[in-house]
C-alpha cells in the first residue's frame, strides 16, 4: 500500500467532501452537508500544510475547524429548510370532508377511488353508484377504506 502524502490525502478529501455535496443537493435531507464541508475544511488545511494528523497542535486545530465547519453547516442549513412539520392524515381525520371521484365507486365493492386532499383513498359509497367527476362527502371510515356519499 502507497502512503498518501499531505498534497494526495488534501484533495482526496476536498474531492470527496466535493462528492458527498453533490449527494446533498441530489438527494436533500440525506444529511451529507456537514460531513462534505468538514471534509473540505480539513482538505484545505493539509493543502496549507498544517499537520492536522501527527502534531498535538495540528490536531486540536483540525477537530477545533471539524467542529466549527460541522456546527456552521448545521446552522445554515437549519436557516434555509422550511420551518413546516409534515402533514399527515388518518382515515378518521377525512369524516365530513369533500372530495371527487376518481374511479366509480358503489357499496358493494371498495374499489372505487375517491381524491380527498390531493391523496387517493379506496372507498365504497351508502348508497347507488356514484360515477368519476362527481361530488362527494366522507361519512365513515371502515378499517382500509373510506365510506362515502354524494353532495348533491
Same mark, same amino acid.
Given at each position: 500500500?502507497?502512503?498518501?502524502?499531505?498534497?494526495?490525502?488534501?484533495?482526496?478529501?476536498?474531492?470527496?467532501? *466535493?462528492?458527498?455535496?453533490?449527494?446533498? +443537493?441530489?438527494? &436533500?435531507?440525506?444529511?451529507?452537508? +456537514? &460531513?462534505?464541508?468538514?471534509?473540505?475544511?480539513?482538505?484545505?488545511?493539509?493543502?496549507?500544510?498544517?499537520?492536522?494528523?501527527? #502534531?498535538?497542535? =495540528? *490536531?486540536?486545530?483540525?477537530?477545533?475547524? *471539524?467542529? @466549527?465547519?460541522?456546527?456552521?453547516? !448545521?446552522? +445554515?442549513?437549519? $436557516?434555509?429548510? %422550511?420551518?413546516? #412539520?409534515?402533514?399527515?392524515? /388518518?382515515?378518521?381525520?377525512?369524516? =365530513?370532508?369533500? =372530495?371527487? !371521484? $376518481?374511479?366509480?365507486?358503489?357499496?358493494?365493492?371498495? /374499489?372505487? $377511488?375517491?381524491? @380527498?386532499?390531493?391523496?387517493?383513498?379506496? *372507498?365504497? #359509497?351508502?348508497? %347507488?353508484? @356514484? &360515477? &368519476?367527476?362527481?361530488?362527494?362527502?366522507?361519512?365513515? #371510515?371502515?378499517?382500509?377504506?373510506?365510506? !362515502?356519499?354524494?353532495?348533491?
Amino acid at each position: 500500500m502507497v502512503p498518501l502524502d499531505g498534497m494526495t490525502l488534501g484533495w482526496l478529501l476536498i474531492v470527496t467532501g *466535493a462528492v458527498l455535496l453533490l449527494v446533498e +443537493v441530489h438527494s &436533500p435531507g440525506f444529511f451529507a452537508a +456537514v &460531513p462534505a464541508t468538514v471534509m473540505i475544511v480539513l482538505g484545505i488545511m493539509v493543502l496549507l500544510g498544517i499537520d492536522i494528523y501527527n #502534531s498535538g497542535w =495540528g *490536531a486540536i486545530v483540525g477537530v477545533t475547524a *471539524a467542529i @466549527i465547519a460541522g456546527g456552521l453547516t !448545521v446552522w +445554515v442549513y437549519s $436557516k434555509i429548510t %422550511p420551518n413546516e #412539520s409534515p402533514t399527515t392524515i /388518518s382515515r378518521d381525520s377525512l369524516i =365530513g370532508m369533500e =372530495g371527487r !371521484v $376518481k374511479t366509480r365507486v358503489d357499496d358493494t365493492t371498495i /374499489s372505487g $377511488k375517491v381524491l @380527498i386532499a390531493s391523496t387517493e383513498w379506496s *372507498a365504497r #359509497s351508502t348508497g %347507488p353508484e @356514484i &360515477p &368519476p367527476g362527481k361530488k362527494v362527502r366522507v361519512v365513515d #371510515s371502515q378499517g382500509v377504506h373510506i365510506v !362515502v356519499e354524494e353532495v348533491k
